[in-house]
């Protein structure tokens, strides 16, 4: 039984010191994880600090404008009627423009690519398959326009037809310096080299005018439709603009299906508007420009005038925001770390605005009223947050027009994951030292603890005799008080044991001795003549001897019954069977006493062990029932069967048990009997139920009758599965 408890515990789940304080180490981790969400909560700081700063930027760009208040008086377009009417500000291009028909030279300027499809149709079916992408530029004194078409058929004028509608072609509306309004077409009959041809101003039927040589350009097919690259000269321009793109399907009938323009065509006030960038707006912004910011300056209409900076980082410019470090191997590592669990700036986004010509958000409409304004806004793909702080330019107490600068949330992330890497390098350091302190301390403890174990392991042997002693330490915690008292419980219970292995020999030799002279006093008087008085002599020195002989047994009995079980052979047998045998013996035995069994005689009680200890069990708790039973009641033996155990049940009406003896009733040298009898009784009976009960894996417990009018006896033994 001993050995089966030992390698239960064995197989549980070991856990050193040195594991435990590790792992109560781990509880620094809390300070990053805190650290963390504080860094968090500054955001909103942090924001507020960059809301005040750009707007007083914005604050210092806005009072220099005013000093310049002619600059928004520059263009004399009239505000827009409706908002389907294009605006464009035209931005200039880096460089010349080869008119070829490829899209090479434009690759540059993808952003400012606008598309036109269905939606913008002034004539045709929204199913219609037309559709286009369109940009323009300035660079020196021509204005450069592409067109990249996807049309399904393209339909070309025929050799000599004067009707230039009557096919695929681009329609030009402008208005001149003089504000004057004209009307051109550009089509082909074959791709390659076009000029636009002015026509009437009746665009169901215009009529051919001139050829306009100075507007020239190229047609190029492509595999989704064709491409228009024109170059008209600025001088032909003045502040209304407008394009449209003709689709004719059918070569037989010659009709135009679906006409897509970039605004009105025919109205004066239906054209589309132009505004070129003001040069010396644009100068005075610059010289107060920062690097990743990008400022602009609109009129009372929410035009555009000038624009400068940009949001976005090149690769060959310095972050100025980020402090110049000297990188080794291992900063570069952790540089590396840290760029892979945190979030980044990002260096690209889709900037909604970024070719923006109208600038008409809420922070705008307020600047135009007068009142400053700062407004944070997320870009489409989600990648920054913009902000942008608007002010008023007053000129006369009058509000002329408006600055805005715009700066991107790049800064913040910076400084966040600034401070979350010094955090963390600190955090991870201070965790270091604590896992080195306390590792170093546990392992210190341990050792202790190893060696107080491995001195008790010493100091008794296997069948616990105890052959050493242990040396106190002086040390004063916790570990040292354990060390002091194993020391001296070891102590006493060696002169304990000391105690024990003498009794025996000493009780032995004092008790045969005696032993040795009755008998053979009573051999001697037995060879003497017989008398009545010696009889009776010889009769009390018979029962004195049968006395002292059951005392050595019964001392002996425990001892002899723990080597016979270690040695004693397990067999499946049926517990029923031996407890009906052994009662009807007690029947005999005891017939001054009433036994009542009861059980299931259909049931199977099958258990495995040895008979011969169940029935040495019953002998000690019937011996006990019969002794403290009242007479003429009935000694009760109950067999009952659940799923996994098999209980019994033996109880008896007389005295109940001391509430001091419940705990230890099954100890050794335990005794409740307040008086001798005839045997001797040293104790050791209910020890020895125990003993065989653990030994056949069962439990017995012994309690008082529910109304108190007796004792019984509660024992449960597994079922052997068959």
Known sequence: MVQSVTKRKSTRLRISIRLKLLLVASSLLIIPWVGTQYI???????????????????????????????????????????????????????????????????????????????????????????????????????????????????????PNDRSLHLSDHLRITLENKQGNVNHYIVT????????????????????????????????????????????IPLKLIGSRLSFAIADVDSAQKREIDTLIATAGLTEHEGLGTLMFPSQQAEDMIARLQRPLTRTWVI???????????????ADSQDDYQQPKQEYSFFTGLMSLFYKMILKQPATEFHDELLNASRLN?????????????????????????????????????????AIAIEQTSNSILLAQNRALEIMFNLSALAFLIAAIVLLTFATRLSLRVRRLRDATDQAITT???????????????????????????????????????????????????????????????????????????IDRAKQGIERLNNILTRMSEATRLEQTMQSEESVNF??????????????????????????????????????DLIAQMLDKLINNAVDFHTPDTAIKIHLTKSETTIQMTISNKGPILPDEMSANLFESMVSVRDKKGEQPHLGLGLYIVRLIVEYHHGQVVAQNLADQSGVEFKLSFPIQPS
Not at 125 to 132: F, G, M, P, Q, W
């Open 574 to 611: 049926n517990l029923a069977k031996v407890v009906e045998g052994c009662i009807e013996g007690y029947r005999l035995a005891h017939n001054h006493a009433v036994f009542d069994l009861s059980m299931e005689s259909q049931s199977n009680y099958s258990i495995t062990g040895s008979p």
């Open 361 to 401: 958000s809420e922070e705008f409409r307020h600047a135009l009223k007068g009142d400053p304004d700062v407004r944070w806004r997320q870009t489409p793909d989600k990648e920054v947050n913009i902000l942008t702080a608007t002010y008023p330019v007053i000129n006369q107490g009058q509000v002329v027009g």
């Open 40 to 158: 968090q909560e500054m955001e909103s700081y942090l924001r507020s600090q960059q809301e005040d700063a750009l707007l007083t930027r914005t604050q210092m760009v806005a009072a220099v404008m005013q000093t310049r208040p002619s600059l928004f008086n520059t263009q004399t377009v009239a505000p827009l009627p409706t908002t389907r009417i294009q605006h464009v500000f035209v931005r200039p291009l880096h460089s010349r423009i080869q008119l070829d028909g490829y899209l090479d030279d434009w690759r540059q300027y993808q952003e400012r690519m606008q598309l036109f499809n269905a939606n913008n149709a002034l004539k045709g079916s929204e199913a219609s398959s037309l559709s286009y992408r369109h940009q323009l530029g300035t660079y020196g004194k021509y204005l450069y326009v592409v067109f990249e078409i996807t049309d399904d058929k393209i339909i070309y004028q025929k």
């Open 299 to 313: 009129d009372l209409h929410n035009r555009v005038i000038a624009r400068t900076g940009t949001l976005v980082q």
């Open 463 to 537: 069948d616990g005799r105890v052959v050493g002693k242990i040396e106190a330490t002086t040390d004063r915690d916790e570990i040292g008080d354990l060390s002091r008292g194993v020391a001296d419980m070891l102590e006493r219970l060696a002169q304990y044991n000391r105690y024990l292995e003498s009794m025996a020999s000493k009780l032995s030799h004092e008790l045969r001795t005696p032993i040795t002279v009755v008998r053979s006093s009573l051999e001697n008087m037995a060879n003497t003549e017989e008398h009545d008085d010696k009889t009776v002599y």
């Open 188 to 231: 082909t009959i074959a791709p390659g080299w076009v000029n636009a041809h002015r026509v009437s101003a009746d665009l169901s039927s215009p009529q051919r005018l001139q050829v306009e040589k100075r507007i020239k350009g190229e047609w190029q097919e492509t595999a989704s439709g064709y491409n228009i690259e024109i170059r």
